[in-house]
Structures are given as structure tokens and as C-alpha cells.
């Protein structure tokens, strides 16, 4: 059965240093799909990143970069540089290609606080 | 540019009554619609979608329905709260079953 599991509950960084948020995933499919959301203390979910399971290239966007590693089955977030506005509930999520329903399978979050 | 809208933003409902939170999206045709739960200090929890008027498909046995009168509009309803019913309600939409999903701002639901 398809699994997120996001280890890490809480991390409390200082601004300027990097954070790395730790997503490992399960799944028996070959195609699937992985996602990054930030929901800030506002509750909104804001996408950050979707990646394929047969792009394994690692992606950089400003201060956040990700590390897809299908070997380790692994997928994560690194803030480079962390900011107050960083500080928020990070979510990774796995979607199947062949799964019945629609269901993203999101982990139960990391609370990132980021203090100044 | 596509746009999600939800209200109310927060609600506090006493046991026994009903409760409709709508839905809307902007700036797409046909869109899948999905109502999700996120009980406090917990994951998210997929409760209804739908891939056109009229189709609802319920994830979890709740007490709580779904309904899609109109292409961007999507309502979840009770006709009896429970205390099991507070959380954060969120909306969401995708072009297609398993694209991204991007999501409302939130129905804060508190049942007393």
C-alpha cells in the first residue's frame, strides 16, 4: 500500500541557516507522481513542486531546492538560507498512476519555525 | 488565471445543526473538485470528489454529503453536525485526476 512518511514533527532553525524537511515514500507502482505543500499559518495549501517518478533530476527554485532519490525512495526539501516567512507546516504527498480513486496520500507534516 | 474561493472563512455550529460550505473555482471548465478534513494536529483526510455535475464519489463513510450543482461549484453538507466534525475544511481542484491539486482558503468549522 502506498505510504508518505514525513519523520521529522518539529524543527526549529534560526534565520540563515538551511533546513532539510525529510519525505520518504512507499509504493509498488512505477508511475507515480510527489508533491511538496506549505501551509502557512493562514491554512492555505500552496503547491511547491510535482515531480514524476521517471524524472529523477533534482530541481532548484530561489532558496528551495528538492532531492528525488528513487533508490532511497526519498524526496527532499531543502531551504537554503531560511527566512521568518518559511516558518509553516510542510506537507510531501505521493499520487499513483494506477490507483483507484484520486486520493492524494499526504504525510502528516513537518512544522518548520524559523525565529529570527 | 484560475481562482478557488471558499466560505464562510469560520463557523461555529452548535450539535444537531446543519452545516453547507460551498465552493467555487474561477477561470476553468470542468474541473475535478475535492473536499478534504484536517482534523487539528493531524494530516489531511480526502472526504468527496468529483469529476463533473452531478458525480460525487465519497472516500470515507462520513456524516457529511457532497454535492455539485453547477460545473465550478461544490458543496459539502450536513444535516446534523457532530462534535467529530470540527476541523479545517480545505477545497481543491485539478485539471485532471492525479494533476497537481491546488487548494482553497479554508473553512475553519468548530462544533460546539
Known amino acids: 500500500a502506498q505510504k508518505v512518511t514525513q519523520a521529522q514533527t518539529e524543527i526549529s532553525v534560526v534565520e540563515k541557516e538551511d533546513v532539510t524537511l525529510d519525505c520518504v515514500y512507499e509504493?509498488?507502482?512505477?508511475?507515480?507522481?510527489l508533491f511538496w505543500y506549505k501551509q502557512p499559518p493562514s491554512g492555505e495549501l500552496v503547491f511547491l513542486i510535482r515531480?514524476?517518478?521517471?524524472?529523477?533530476q533534482n530541481e532548484i527554485s530561489g532558496r528551495y531546492s528538492w532531492n528525488f532519490q528513487k533508490s532511497t525512495s526519498s524526496f527532499n526539501f531543502t531551504i537554503t538560507a531560511s527566512q521568518v516567512v518559511d516558518s509553516a507546516v510542510y506537507f510531501c504527498a505521493l499520487s499513483e498512476a494506477n490507483q483507484a480513486g484520486t486520493a492524494l496520500i499526504f504525510g502528516k507534516g513537518t512544522t518548520l519555525s524559523v525565529s529570527s | 488565471s484560475q481562482t478557488i474561493h471558499q466560505w464562510p472563512a469560520t463557523l461555529v455550529q452548535p450539535v444537531g445543526s446543519p452545516l453547507s460550505l460551498e465552493c467555487t473555482v474561477e477561470?476553468?471548465?470542468?474541473?475535478?473538485l475535492y473536499w478534504y478534513r484536517q482534523a487539528a494536529g493531524r494530516g489531511l483526510q480526502l472526504l468527496f470528489y468529483s469529476v463533473g455535475i452531478g458525480q460525487i464519489s465519497s472516500e470515507v463513510p462520513q456524516n457529511l454529503s457532497a454535492s455539485r450543482p453547477q460545473d465550478r461549484q461544490f458543496i459539502l453538507s450536513s444535516k446534523k453536525l457532530l462534535l467529530s466534525d470540527s476541523g479545517f475544511y480545505l477545497c481543491a481542484w485539478s485539471v485532471r485526476i492525479r494533476d497537481t491539486q491546488y487548494f482553497g482558503p479554508g473553512t475553519r468549522l468548530t462544533v460546539l
Open positions: 477561470g476553468t471548465s470542468n474541473p475535478n
Open positions: 515531480r514524476n517518478s521517471f524524472d529523477e
Open positions: 509504493t509498488r507502482d512505477t508511475t507515480y507522481y
